[in-house]
């Protein structure tokens, strides 16, 4: 009795043994492509896809006084082309501006004069902005600037995905230098490199994400007042001395502080940004916001306009110092840095 007990364990073991076995045979047979095929099974991709302008959050910064003498130059321009991409924040409410741009119109409740703490609180406004984006570039620019979007995308994609990425032009060559405030009324001098927002910057999420402690919210404004310096400066200073990052200085990002005639012809198209207004004409893209084109000042400055010569694209063609490019350009290329609005300026 107790021997038949023993086989008939024995006999059901071997059977669960044998069901185990087949089991894992079946598992083992099935191949990546059927578990792919399979709805619901797909493996997640170990890498983000490829950056698309669609993941860059450009933020422009402004005020009332520049909605029309600035800002129409830039909607005729490059934000018609990343619409979807751009917001613009400024400080006091514009019913053209909002009937054009909708929700990518910011109005934010930060004063219209041009000080550190209202400086700093558009700032912290266009940040929180990209944080509740989700997008995986932050990109800061003022409304006198010019930005190639084809060429954004270009420097954005070069950056692994592991780095933090700070990337901009400073305006000094040298550190700016600061007082930290220390407990028991105490301060210590500290110095960092800024990229200066005249000429425009980017940021990844990652690196924003770290810097959140510092500049969500309200805190950033508290920030750039315990440094007293400006926005562009606190941004700098969170990165450098806060969370020991680094500046990655890129001269394909131009202020109207720069000469421009010292940027040759053939580099004109892989600039990210260039100044579109400034006080001296040769150094500008347009004379004036948004004014005619002066055909006496083609040769001391750039301009973009369009020739048709038949073709459906037509002929681009660039001027750089009384210079013309060599070569036609492509309607792409040229779109990239097209002027539109004056006279004798024609539209695609």
């Known amino acids: 009795m107790q021997c038949r007990l023993l086989r008939g364990l024995a006999g059901v073991l071997l059977m669960l043994l044998c069901m185990g076995l087949l089991s894992l045979r079946y598992h083992l047979r099935l191949s990546p ?6 709805p619901g099974l797909s493996p997640a991709s170990p890498w983000p896809p490829e950056l698309q302008l669609k993941d860059v959050f450009i933020a422009v910064k402004t ?11 830039l909607l005729d321009t490059w934000v018609s082309r990343t619409r979807e991409q751009t917001f613009i924040f400024t400080d006091s409410p514009d019913e053209g501006l909002q009937e054009r741009l909708g929700p990518h119109l910011v109005v934010t409740n930060c004063s219209a004069e ?10 912290a406004a266009e940040f929180d902005a990209f944080l509740a984006s989700g997008r995986r570039w932050f990109c800061h620019v003022d409304d006198d600037n010019y930005v190639n ?34 407990p028991h009324n105490r301060t210590r001098l500290v110095q960092f ?7 425009g910057f980017c940021i990844n999420r990652k690196l924003a994400l770290k810097m959140a402690p510092w500049a969500s919210g309200s805190r950033f404004v508290d920030t750039s007042a315990l440094i007293r310096l400006p926005d562009d400066c606190t941004v700098g200073y969170i990165i450098e001395c806060k969370l020991g990052g680094h500046l990655q200085s890129s001269p394909l990002f131009h202020s109207h502080l720069e000469t421009l005639q010292l940027l040759g012809a053939t580099q004109l198209l892989t600039q990210v940004s260039l100044p579109t207004l400034s006080p001296l ?21 750039l301009c973009l306009f369009l020739a048709s010569q038949g073709s459906p694209e ?10 013309s490019l060599a070569g036609p350009l492509s309607g792409g290329q040229a779109q990239d ?6 006279e004798g300026i024609p539209g695609p």
């Open 314 to 323: 037509g002929l681009w063609q660039v001027l750089w110092g009384g210079q």
């Open 281 to 301: 004409p040769r150094h500008s893209l347009v004379p004036t916001a948004g004014g005619p084109m002066n055909p006496e000042l083609l040769g001391n400055g």
């Open 149 to 182: 979007p084809r060429a954004l995308l270009k420097l954005l994609k070069a950056f692994p995905q592991t780095l933090d990425v700070y990337i901009g032009r400073p305006s000094l060559n040298r550190p700016i230098h600061a007082s930290e405030p220390r």
């Open 337 to 342: 840095w097209m002027v539109a609005g004056g």
């Open 33 to 38: 492509k059927r578990v792919q095929d399979t």
């Open 63 to 73: 005020t009332r006084t520049f909605h029309h003498s600035r800002l129409e130059l």
């Open 193 to 199: 490199w800024f990229a200066t927002g005249g000429a």
């Open 114 to 123: 041009h000080s550190h703490p209202a400086l700093s609180c558009k700032m």
